[in-house]
């Protein structure tokens, strides 16, 4: 997956655009992240521990089952154990979390135990706005222009209307011959890429991806133009390393 939970929403606020590595969210962009983040990349057992002892009080017992397939939870005196398999418990502790609505202090703790960064409590100006600053860890970002993210990532849904409008407006036929737009009751819904325009169907990589032999890389041929889904990815070092981007080294 591409998108990144710290940038799913677009009106999420990087705080500097020098420095694309602290972001805030407001609570209830909060609580989508950290659902996206535990939805989009399959158990993460560590992490779903680590959750489970930020969210349940010392009454609330938990203990990991023997089998290493999920974890035994007890709600209250008078509830028996319960086994909730790993593949369950990001809904569980989801629904949890956004039923118990925490105080911002305690959110701060589970953002930063979810997204792997610094994460604190702050305001947003102007608005004045309650929320949560997550440091992304990208200061250290340097693409090695491995192409992995553009040939193996999926994307091909999340072309925005923001970006459809630039390529209309700079009448890039040549783009847009390859977008496919579904609509309904004649209402533009959704976007699609990358469409062959004489086949009609899905091409199997990004046409504007090209190989550079010479220096062992990859290369966007609308770079300046890219999708804002390309233009934002990583959305954070978390997300770089869950989807095996280069970027820092590894
Ligand atoms: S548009 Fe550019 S950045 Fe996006 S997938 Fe294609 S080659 Fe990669
Ligand atoms: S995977 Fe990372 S290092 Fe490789 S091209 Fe994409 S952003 Fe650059």
């Not at 002892?53 to 319960?82: E, P, Y």
């Not at 309650?130 to 040939?151: A, H, N, S, Y």
């Not at 409008?165 to 533009?188: N, T, Y």
Request: glycine share 6%; charged share 25%; proline share 5%.
């Amino acid at each position: 997956m591409r998108g990144s939970a710290l940038r799913m929403n677009s009106h999420l606020h990087v705080v500097s655009m020098k420095e694309k590595h602290k972001i805030f969210l407001n609570y209830a962009e909060a609580l989508r992240a950290i659902r996206f983040d535990l939805e989009q990349y399959g158990p993460q057992p560590v992490l779903l521990r680590q959750l489970a002892q930020l969210l349940f009080s010392d009454d609330m017992m938990f203990a990991q089952d023997k089998q290493g397939s999920g974890l035994w939870i007890k709600l209250s005196q008078r509830k028996k154990m319960c086994l909730v398999p790993y593949g369950q418990l990001p809904e569980y502790l989801c629904t949890f979390l956004e039923d118990r609505q925490p105080p911002l202090e305690q959110l701060a703790k589970i953002c930063g135990c979810v997204f792997q960064e610094p994460s604190y409590p702050g305001i947003q100006f102007p608005g004045k706005v309650q929320g949560i600053f997550v440091e992304t860890g990208l200061e250290d970002f340097k693409c090695r222009q491995c192409g992995q993210c553009c040939r193996f990532l999926e994307y091909r849904r999340e072309l925005t209307h923001e970006d459809y409008l630039l390529w209309q407006g700079l009448q890039r036929s040549d783009i847009l011959e390859r977008v496919r737009v579904i609509r309904e009751k004649g209402q533009i819904v959704a976007y699609r890429i990358w469409i062959d325009p004489v086949t009609h169907r899905n091409t199997d990589c990004c046409p504007w991806l090209s190989r550079d032999s010479e220096h062992n890389r990859y290369i966007c041929r609308i770079y300046d133009v890219r999708p804002e889904i390309c233009h934002q990815y990583p959305g954070s070092r978390k997300h770089a390393r869950m989807t095996g981007c280069r970027a820092f080294g590894s």
